[in-house]
């Protein structure tokens, strides 16, 4: 396939029914489902797609994106509107913008910012299951906050990654790391209270905002201290953490390509 044209297209889905972003054989994913409906749109035209995060199963998303190489030039207010006609209805396409070749999605610097919604106490209407993950054990709100805040800056999150590949990178900078009342999505089946997690990087590993979202759970119900999220994070054990948060909270909330 010659590549000649290159498009950035901005979309937002809810993950509960997928497996994921990334086309797997068996499951249903995100790209899967995008691929499909790109190949009805698009006919003979050859193209092919990039996607800029890999969300896990049942992992949503208000902003991300990918970008689309095709070998011939697109009609862009027609093909967007075609692409959300048929699209199912849990994926929206946001914005298209035509780039060039010396844009690249994966490499191009970026923040992500991601969620963790969740709720503790009683037990909310199972109806805001697909983003608000609930927690029977009471939670100690005001220490979680003290807790988010070791993670703000540089650290060494080799216990925040599942099975890293050779020569992964374990030095990260965070950006944002807070606990805030959830004010970012409502309905009226959420819990009456519900909280986000608020993190923001240049980039991710593998289960990472689950893993520190695990954390501060445990911390929030008092099977740790302080002291030992900082200690996680000097990079003398090397031992993976095991309790990770379920994955229907978490949301990547938006992408910004610099």
């Not at 095709?70 to 913008?97: E, G, V």
């Not at 009683?122 to 005001?142: G, M, R, T, W, Y």
């Not at 992964?168 to 004010?183: A, G, K, P, Y």
């Amino acid at each position: 396939m010659k590549i000649k044209y290159y498009y950035l297209i901005q979309i937002q889905y809810l993950g509960f029914r997928y497996h994921g972003w990334l086309k797997q054989a068996g499951f249903k994913t995100v790209e899967s489902m995008v691929d499909k409906t790109l190949g009805f749109i698009l006919g003979p035209v050859e193209y092919k797609i990039l996607g800029t995060s890999r969300t896990d199963s049942k992992v949503s998303a208000n902003q991300s994106a990918f970008e689309l190489f095709t070998n011939a030039s697109l009609d862009t207010d027609p093909f967007f509107r075609q692409l959300n006609l048929n699209l199912p209805n849990d994926i929206r396409a946001l914005k298209i913008t035509e780039v060039d070749k010396t844009f690249n999605i994966i490499n191009t610097p970026r923040t992500k910012e991601y969620l963790y919604l969740f709720s503790f106490g009683e037990k909310p209407h199972p109806f805001s299951a697909p983003l608000v993950s609930f927690f029977q054990d009471h939670l100690d709100i005001e220490l979680m906050k003290q807790g988010a805040k070791i993670f703000l800056g540089p650290h060494d999150f080799r216990r925040y990654c599942t099975k890293p590949k050779s020569g992964t990178q374990f030095q990260r900078d965070i950006l944002v790391s807070q606990i805030e009342e959830n004010r970012a999505f409502s309905a009226s089946f959420f819990p009456e209270q519900s909280y986000a997690y608020r993190i923001e990087s240049r980039g991710f590993m593998r289960n990472q905002v689950r893993l520190i979202m695990g954390q501060l759970l445990s911390l929030g119900r008092g099977d740790i201290c302080l002291e030992d999220i900082e200690e996680s994070l000097t990079g003398k054990d090397s031992d993976p953490l095991r309790h990770i948060a379920p994955s229907s909270g978490l949301v990547l909330n938006k992408i910004e390509f610099d």
